[in-house]
């Protein structure tokens, strides 16, 4: 069921950091579904599904090879990665201004950005099409619908990791951290991070020169809905640094 592999396009600015990129690494589509497809079947639910009788095996498979087909299909992933300003806004109470305007809270980045020649960024990467349009390529069968989203989500982190190998691979000496957009008020019940819509929509529009046709509504929702919007920060490597990191 594979076809010809797709290359994920990685648009780039004018910085050698993302020229670099755009010379030298791409994603191939096929290879990521793949690695996705990999992971699905490691999950105890689907574990669980094959071994149980003949039929629910065989309706098993069945609605993977349709989320495969589905995804291989209409998938169009993009990846972007734009070098931002990060500013110490206030040390005491771990505040970082993203790109003159955006206030995250965060100890680890307020931290991090202590740091001698700390380079923060922007991620945005998505699988690139519409879940409604999924929908009607599955010809409305919720059953298989449902195995296309567990398939987009593992699709959606294998792109990121990939993306974050390959940074790091093009800053051997440097080290490489991620940070979610969080409220300033963290919450304990959900891991101590919310996310933050008002934030993540305000740096969305940093991205709006690429014409991605990606969106964030006030809830935070994005559309396409399997896309990810994060913060990235390089410091480099030592033993005095990573201390004080």
């Known amino acids: 069921i594979n076809k010809t592999p797709k290359k994920i396009p990685i648009y780039p600015v004018a910085t050698l950091f993302l020229e670099a990129i755009m010379q030298t690494y791409q994603l191939d589509t096929p290879a990521l579904l793949n690695q996705a497809m990999q992971r699905i079947m490691r999950k105890k639910e689907i574990k669980t ?7 629910t095996r065989e309706q098993t498979l069945q609605c993977l090879k349709q989320a495969y087909r589905c995804l291989n299909e209409l998938c169009k992933p993009v990846a972007v990665v734009l070098p931002i300003s990060a ?11 993203l790109a003159g305007e955006t206030r995250i809270k965060s100890v680890r980045m307020s931290r991090h950005l ?5 380079q923060a960024y922007l991620y945005l990467f998505s699988c690139g099409y519409d879940s409604r349009e999924a929908f009607c390529w599955l010809q409305q069968d919720y059953s298989a619908y449902h195995f296309q989203d567990m398939l987009s989500n593992e699709l959606l982190f294998a792109i990121g990791r990939q993306l974050h190998r390959g940074i790091k691979q093009l800053n051997p000496n440097k080290n490489c951290y991620r940070y979610p957009i969080q409220t300033d008020q ?9 996310w933050d819509a008002e934030k993540t929509r305000s740096l969305l529009k940093l991205f709006n020169a690429y014409d991605l ?8 929702c994005f559309t396409p809905l399997h896309s990810i919007l994060g913060v990235m920060m390089t410091t480099p490597k030592g033993p005095a640094l990573k201390k004080a990191c």
């Open 87 to 97: 500013n110490l806004f206030s040390l005491d109470n771990h505040f970082v201004l």
């Open 186 to 194: 963290q919450s304990n019940e959900i891991a101590n991070v919310t």
């Open 114 to 118: 202590s740091c001698n020649a700390a």
């Open 49 to 55: 599904a094959l071994n149980k009788n003949a039929i």
């Open 213 to 220: 046709g990606i969106t964030c509504n006030p809830k935070g």
